[in-house]
């Protein structure tokens, strides 16, 4: 007895040092440090181009302008998008953001007198092929029209476990909520949320390595596996950024398919690495992306109960600091 407490404490220790190590190597390996770039040049530097945009683009928003804000971040951005045309990637939305952030910043220099001594010296800025592509907006605070449906879509979602197995939501509207989900905040901006979608006999396939759908696992039609690329990350601080962000998209993916009419559910994925590996090999997911959670989805069936789900109060939930009315 009095050794058994120690050892299974020892045991747990072990166990939870091996499944961070394994983590934690995990994101080593799919990290570039300091620029190294370990054979995923491509989106290291895509990474690279959205930070430095972000910071840009941000400066422009800022309630006081600074003029000549950010100069050696626009000449990495200005280099870096250099090197992307250099070789021969495709002219994609991020490119093209990066670009009109440039833009932006030009002229917004030239509108106030702003010598920014050469820096686009030399510079080629593409025509603004995708419009509204990057730079500073206007922001416009909801209706109370929008404000009351979106208190709608909040309350009335709920996990749902009943499916109709027989039908599978479409392309489109997983299209939909993907691109709706896509507006889910995330580190400077970096997306590194990815949603895989399975259907068919995958589906069972893979929910044999998640622990909570038993009861109803059977009729789920739809999955998704919700990833975050690791790649995209700079290093050890954001060690834990790619659950925080691929979080964060699942929730609005949860909401967005509800407004597609579309039951959903969440499913953990708190496993062990061992599972962690066996689902990726069954899902063919790749090494770089972090398993964040799986998601059933399908049509609700007719009159499919769900539980209710007390919540807690806000007054329960709020620690208010400061003076407030
Ligand atoms: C990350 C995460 C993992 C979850 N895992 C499971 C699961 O494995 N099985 C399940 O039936 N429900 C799962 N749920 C759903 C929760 O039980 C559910 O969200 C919670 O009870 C609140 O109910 P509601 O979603 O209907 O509001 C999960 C939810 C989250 C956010």
Same mark, same amino acid.
Not at 49 to 64: D, F, N, S, T, W
Not at 173 to 187: F, K, N, T, W
């Given at each position: ?27 080593? /390996? ?19 181009? %959205? ?26 951005? *200005? ?31 030239? !509108? %106030? ?5 050469? =820096? ?10 995708? /419009? ?26 709920? /996990? ?7 039908? *599978? ?21 970096? !997306? ?30 739809? =999955? ?42 969440? =499913? ?16 063919? *997911?790749?090494?770089?992306?972090? %398993? ?34």
């Amino acid at each position: 007895m009095h050794f058994k407490t120690p050892l299974r404490l020892l045991k747990r220790w072990f166990l939870l040092y091996r499944e961070v190590f394994l983590d934690g190597r995990r994101f080593l /390996s799919a990290v570039p440090f300091h620029g190294v770039e370990k054979g995923n040049g491509e989106t290291y530097l895509e990474g690279a181009i %959205i930070r430095q945009y972000h910071v840009v683009e941000k400066g422009l928003a800022m309630p006081e302008f600074r003029p000549g804000f950010g100069v050696s971040m626009v000449r990495a951005l *200005i280099k870096d998008l250099e090197k992307w045309k250099a070789l021969g990637l495709e002219v994609n939305e991020q490119f093209a953001a990066g670009q009109a952030v440039l833009r932006a910043y030009r002229d917004r220099h030239a !509108q %106030i007198g702003f010598d920014l001594e050469g =820096l686009f010296d030399g510079v080629e800025l593409e025509d603004d092929c995708h /419009s509204g592509t990057g730079g500073a907006r206007e922001f416009r605070p909801l209706t109370p029209d929008f404000r009351e449906a979106f208190e709608h879509v909040c309350r009335s979602r709920a /996990s749902v476990r009943t499916f109709d197995p027989e039908k *599978i939501p479409k392309r489109q509207q997983i299209l939909e909520a993907i691109a709706l989900a896509s507006r889910a905040p995330s580190v400077c901006n970096r !997306q590194t949320a990815r949603a895989h979608v399975y259907t068919g006999p995958a589906v069972q396939e893979l929910l044999k390595f998640q622990n909570g759908n038993r009861g109803f696992g059977h009729r789920v039609p739809l =999955l998704f596996v919700v990833t975050s690329d690791l790649r995209l990350f700079t290093g050890v601080d954001e060690r834990y950024q790619g659950w925080i962000d691929g979080g964060m998209f699942a929730m609005l993916l949860l909401l967005a398919l509800h407004a597609q009419g579309l039951g959903a559910v969440a =499913l953990n994925w708190s496993v062990k690495n061992r599972s962690d590996v066996a689902l990726r090999k069954a899902g063919q *997911i790749p090494s770089h992306e972090r %398993i964040i959670m799986l998601i059933g989805c399908g049509y609700p069936e007719e009159g499919a109960m769900v539980p209710v789900s007390q919540r807690r109060p806000a007054e329960k939930m709020v620690r208010f600091h400061g003076e407030i009315s």
